[in-house]
């Protein structure tokens, strides 16, 4: 079992910057697939980067892919999504989630384990 819990959000400006976190429970966080997803109001659930257990390597959408960057401290069970140049379409509640030794996906059922999210609102 996993409980994840998000922090960082707020509300920032158009061109801005936010930093996600996510801490993760439990002491084997190196065995999980970790990713972003993000809703927006009134559309569904999306991909927004993912970050491979083993590796680490990384995978966005492209509707983020050079202005987010995702990582991950294993010693301190957290991973982070780094969001710059902030557009007023970033806005959406975001939420990581987790699976064991699962290559990364774009899928929301591919995934076991889910934060509450955090809010994230930039204006224009």
């Known amino acids: 079992q996993v409980q994840l819990v998000e922090s960082g959000g707020g509300l920032v400006q158009a061109g801005g910057s936010l930093k996600l976190s996510c801490a993760a429970s439990g002491r084997t966080f190196s065995w999980y697939t970790m990713v972003w997803f993000r809703q927006a109001p009134g559309k569904e659930r999306e991909f927004v980067a993912a970050?491979?257990?083993?590796?680490?390597?990384?995978y966005y959408a492209d509707s983020v892919k050079g202005r987010f960057t995702i990582s991950r401290d294993n010693a301190k069970n957290t991973v982070y999504l780094q969001m710059a140049t902030l557009k007023s379409e970033d806005t959406a509640v975001y939420y990581c989630?987790?699976?064991?030794?699962?290559?990364?996906?774009?899928?929301?059922?591919?995934?076991?384990?889910w934060g509450q999210g955090t809010q994230v609102t930039v204006s224009s």
């Open positions: 989630a987790a699976r064991r030794w699962g290559t990364m996906s774009p899928l929301i059922s591919d995934y076991d384990y």
């Open positions: 970050i491979n257990w083993g590796d680490g390597s990384t």
